[in-house]
C-alpha cells in the first residue's frame, strides 16, 4: 500500500539520536532539555493524596476550575493583567499540545504562518500538517535579533499566524519590551493572531522582567500564550501545561482541544492547584536557575568552546567554529563518542539546516554533573 506522508520531512529527531549515542557511549547527556533533579517532595505528595483522594477519574475539559483560578491569580501578580479563568485558560497535556491545538483551531490550508527560525521543532511540522505554510524568517548567532521592519514584509493578505517564543529554546535569547512594542504595533489592524509560546517564563536572568505577551494590550486580543508546568517545577515527564488566550479564541482552541486529548490528569491538576498557592515555588526560579547558568559556565571556562550569552531557558550556546570545520551535527556526535559529552547541533532547528558550528548544552542539572561535562570538555 501507497502511504503518502503529510510530513515527508519528519524523522527521527536529533534528541533521540543523541540520547541513544550518549546511553551507548555512557556520556553526560545535555543533550534533551530536562532536568535530572527531582520535582518537590511535596508536590508529589500532593498528586499521591489526590489520588488517595479518588480523582482518577476525567477531570473536566477545561481543566480544573480551581487550577485554572490559581494561574489567573498568578497572571495578575506577575504580568498585572485580568485574566477569566472560567473563559480564558484552558489546561493542557504540556506545551506542545497547547501548541498543536493553537495551530490546527486557526489555520487552514494555505494560510501563512511566519516562524523565527530557530525555533522549537514542533512549531512547523503542527503549521504543516494542517495544511498551513511556514514563512521563515532566520534569526542569525551570535545576538539573533529580530528586525521587526524585515518580519512586516512577510506579511500579507495569507498571514493568519506568527508564532513567537521567550525566552527562546535554543538560543537563550529573550524577546525585550522593545520587541514586543514593535510586534504589538505591526500587528495593529490586521487579524493575524500569535502563538506566544512563554514556557520558559521563570527561566530569564540577571533580573530581567519576562516580557509576557499578555501585558501587552494590542497582543493580548490576539494571542493564544502557552506555559508548561514542566518547566516551572522541575517535572516535564508529567505533560501538563496550559493556554491563556480571549474568550472567543479560547471557545475556538476548546473545539480542538476537547476531541484531540479531551481532558488532563486530573490528579496531577489537583496537585498543582494546592502547590501553586506558594509562589515562592516559581518566584526563586530565576535565581536558582541563573546559580546553575554561572557554576556551569565556571566549569566550563577552561575549555576552548566559546560561549554565547543565554538570557534564558536552561540551554547554552557554545562556538566551536575557531577549533573545527565539521558539520554541527558530526561535531556533536563527535563530542559523544569521543569525549563522553553529549549535545545537540543547533542547525536542526532552522528549516534549510543553516550551520553556524554552534552546539547547545543543557544546564538543568545537578553541580556534579556539571562539573564532570566540563571536566571531559577540556579535553577538547
Ligand atoms: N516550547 C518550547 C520552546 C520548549 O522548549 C518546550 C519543551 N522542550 C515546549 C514548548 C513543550 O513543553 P511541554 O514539555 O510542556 O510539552
Request: aromatic fraction near 10%; proline fraction near 6%.
Amino acid at each position: 500500500m501507497r502511504v503518502d506522508s503529510k510530513l515527508p520531512r519528519v524523522g527521527t529527531t536529533i534528541f533521540t539520536v543523541m540520547s541513544a549515542l550518549a546511553a551507548e557511549h555512557d556520556a553526560i547527556n545535555l543533550s534533551q532539555g530536562f532536568p535530572n533533579f527531582e520535582p518537590s517532595e511535596r508536590l508529589q505528595q500532593l498528586v499521591f493524596e489526590a489520588m488517595r483522594n479518588g480523582l482518577n477519574q476525567y477531570a473536566p475539559m477545561p481543566g480544573l476550575l480551581a487550577l485554572r483560578q490559581q494561574i489567573a491569580e498568578k497572571i495578575a501578580l506577575l504580568y498585572g493583567v485580568s485574566v477569566d479563568p472560567v473563559q480564558e485558560v484552558t489546561i493542557t497535556a504540556g506545551g506542545t499540545q497547547a501548541i498543536f491545538s493553537a495551530i490546527v483551531a486557526f489555520v487552514r490550508p494555505g494560510d501563512e504562518v511566519i516562524l523565527l527560525e530557530p525555533c522549537y521543532d514542533s512549531y512547523r511540522p503542527s503549521v504543516e500538517a494542517v495544511g498551513g505554510i511556514p514563512v521563515i524568517y532566520t534569526l542569525i548567532a551570535p545576538d539573533f535579533k529580530i528586525n521587526w521592519q524585515e518580519v512586516m514584509h512577510l506579511i500579507g493578505p495569507k498571514t493568519r499566524m506568527i508564532c513567537i517564543n521567550t525566552p527562546v529554546n535554543p538560543t537563550g535569547a529573550v524577546l525585550s519590551d522593545a520587541d514586543m512594542r514593535a510586534l504589538e504595533t505591526l500587528l495593529n489592524g490586521t487579524d493575524v493572531l500569535v502563538m506566544s509560546d512563554e514556557v520558559y517564563e521563570h527561566l530569564i536572568y540577571d533580573g530581567v522582567e519576562h516580557a509576557s505577551a499578555l501585558r501587552y494590550p494590542g497582543l493580548r486580543v490576539r494571542t493564544l500564550a502557552v506555559y508548561s508546568f514542566g518547566k516551572t517545577y522541575h517535572c516535564t515527564g508529567w505533560k501538563v501545561g496550559y493556554c491563556v488566550a480571549p474568550p472567543a479564541l479560547t471557545a475556538e482552541f476548546r473545539k480542538i482541544h476537547q476531541f484531540n486529548v479531551f481532558s488532563v490528569n486530573h490528579p496531577v491538576q489537583a496537585a498543582f492547584a494546592e502547590f501553586m498557592k506558594e509562589p515562592t515555588e516559581y518566584t526563586n526560579l530565576p535565581q536558582f536557575y541563573q546559580r546553575k547558568r554561572d557554576f556551569f559556565a565556571d566549569c566550563m571556562a577552561q575549555t576552548r568552546l566559546k560561549p554565547l550569552p543565554s538570557y534564558g531557558t536552561y540551554f547554552q550556546l557554545y562556538d566551536y567554529g575557531h577549533l573545527s570545520n565539521e558539520p554541527d551535527i558530526d561535531f556533536c556526535k563527535r563530542l559523544t563518542t569521543a569525549f563522553g559529552v553529549a549535545a545537540i547541533p543547533v542547525s536542526v532547528f532552522y528549516s534549510d539546516g543553516r550551520d553556524q558550528k554552534i552546539i547547545r548544552l543543557c544546564f538543568a542539572k545537578t553541580e556534579d554533573l556539571l562539573t564532570a561535562a566540563g571536566e571531559r570538555l577540556r579535553k577538547l
